[in-house]
C-alpha cells in the first residue's frame, strides 16, 4: 500500500486548510486511516482516526471541534480539513493506514503545515 499525502501549505492563524490522503495498491476493504502530526522538537502525536464506515471518528483533544476527518472509500481517500488554525498546530502532518484497525502498517511521506502568528 501506498499513501499520497497533499495540501499542506502556510496559513495564518484563524485560517483552514485541508489535506488529503490517497491509498493506491492492495488496500483491501475495512480499514482503518488516520491523521498524525509531528511538531518541531516534539513527538509524533495523533490527530484523528477514520474507519471503514463512518461515523466513528476519533479525535485528539487539541483538536476537536475544529478538525473533521472524513473519507471518500471510492476513491481510497482521507481528509483532514482543519479551521480555526493555531499556531502549535505547526508541524507535518503524516497521513497512516491500518489494515485490521489496530496497528498502522503504511505511512505517507507527510506534508508540512505552518500556521503563522
Known amino acids: 500500500v501506498q499513501l499520497q499525502a497533499s495540501g499542506g501549505g502556510l496559513v495564518q492563524a484563524g485560517g483552514s486548510l485541508r489535506l488529503s490522503c490517497t491509498a493506491s495498491?492492495?488496500?483491501?476493504?475495512?480499514?482503518?486511516m488516520g491523521w498524525f502530526r509531528r511538531a518541531p522538537g516534539k513527538e509524533r502525536e495523533f490527530v484523528a482516526r477514520e474507519p471503514w464506515r463512518s461515523g466513528s471518528s476519533t479525535y485528539a483533544e487539541s483538536v476537536k471541534g475544529r478538525f473533521t476527518i472524513s473519507r471518500d472509500n471510492a476513491k481510497d481517500t482521507v481528509y483532514l480539513t482543519m479551521h480555526s488554525l493555531k499556531p502549535e498546530d505547526t508541524g507535518v502532518y503524516y497521513c497512516?493506514?491500518?489494515?485490521?484497525?489496530?496497528?498502522?502498517?503504511?505511512w505517507g511521506q507527510g506534508t508540512l503545515v505552518t500556521v503563522s502568528s
Open positions: 497512516a493506514f491500518s489494515p485490521s484497525g489496530s496497528v498502522y502498517r503504511y
Open positions: 495498491g492492495r488496500t483491501g476493504r475495512s480499514y482503518v
